[in-house]
């Protein structure tokens, strides 16, 4: 997909670094720091794919992705001051080096400058898209936090919860390419669809690699979900498969008063005797394989064939 679109995303790039500057020093001092941090610009890449999947021959979708991509930054530097981060993508983060306040209102400009972005396209129908996206992170990490260290977390509530605050932007970067290729409903809904699966087996992975892989590789803080109590699908499944000493350990850990090194490695054990890793894993690729069957109706081609293969990648990654 990087190969496909990389004319294309070095003008998205282009329109990032313009619109994160400002006359205030910090914003883009701290913007950067997490912008140019080696992240995978997946979403971004999505919206460029999916208008390169349809032949537009426009440009509309540059200013687009890069509006993707600051409402995903932004998402990032006020999850880091929820979560009390200190580690992302192999850096410290910002709200370690510049403090809370500082990540909380460089991430309000960022979204403002997104909006800014879809102003300028034009098109309510993109501004409605990406809008309802907004609010539904917003809503998707709100119940994200009521439903931490409580044990009683269904995987029903939890798979609402990542298809809020992950797949609805993986969709909504989807979409906005066939409206702005004037594509017709059938295929904004089939690209959609591909997104909203594609963004539910990233995140499924994404909390499986908090116990199963390392600090290194992932470039986050191992455990951090376990530290945080927050109750993602193998803690879910391994509490319901759980013995009566387990499930103890479970509270007190979810609870948050066991929470040592010791205390990951007995979780990552107890995680990995019932399976919950694997079919955590087995989730993911149910989901991918939804993604990859949303783009039956396309026409074969270098195009599609990225976007099948971001799907594989996105469950056979360790990071």
Not at 10 to 37: F, K, T, W, Y
Not at 80 to 105: E, F, K, M
Not at 146 to 163: C, F, P, S
Request: charged share 25%; aromatic share 6%.
């Amino acid at each position: 997909m990087l190969s496909l679109v990389a004319t294309d995303l070095h003008a998205v790039n282009a329109v990032i670094l313009d619109r994160m500057q400002s006359e205030v020093p910090l914003i883009p001092e701290l913007a950067g720091h997490l912008i140019a941090g080696g992240g995978k610009r997946m979403r971004p890449m999505l919206t460029l794919a999916c208008a390169r999947l349809l032949d537009y021959p426009g440009t509309r979708h540059h200013k687009l992705a890069a509006a993707v991509e600051f409402i995903h930054t932004a998402t990032l530097l006020h999850d880091d001051v929820v979560d009390g981060s200190g580690l992302r993508r192999g850096r410290r983060t910002a709200n370690i080096i510049w403090g809370n306040p500082a990540s909380v209102l460089v991430g309000d400009f960022l979204f403002s400058r997104s909006f800014e972005l879809m102003v300028e396209d034009g098109s309510l129908k993109v501004l409605r898209i990406l809008s309802h996206a907004s609010a539904v992170i917003a809503e998707g990490e709100v119940e994200q936090l009521t439903a931490q260290r409580r044990l009683d977390t269904t995987e029903e509530t939890y798979l609402h919860i990542i298809g809020a605050k992950t797949a609805a932007l993986f969709a909504a970067a989807c979409r906005i390419a066939p409206v702005v290729a004037e594509a017709g409903e059938e295929a904004e809904l089939a690209l959609e669809a591909y997104g909203r699966n594609l963004g539910v087996a990233f995140q499924l992975v994404d909390d499986a690699i908090d116990y199963a892989s390392d600090e290194a590789t992932m470039g986050k803080g191992r455990g951090d979900d376990f530290r945080d109590g927050k109750m993602t699908l193998p803690v879910i499944l391994a509490y319901a498969r759980g013995s009566d000493d387990d499930r103890e350990f479970w509270r007190a850990a979810i609870g948050g008063d066991r929470t040592s090194d010791a205390d990951l490695a007995h979780a990552i054990q107890l995680i990995r005797g019932c399976n919950a890793l694997a079919d955590t894993a087995e989730r993911a690729r149910q989901y991918a394989r939804r993604a990859i069957d949303s783009l039956a109706t396309f026409p074969s081609g270098k195009a599609k064939a990225a976007l099948v293969e971001a799907a594989e990648f996105a469950v056979a990654r360790a990071y």
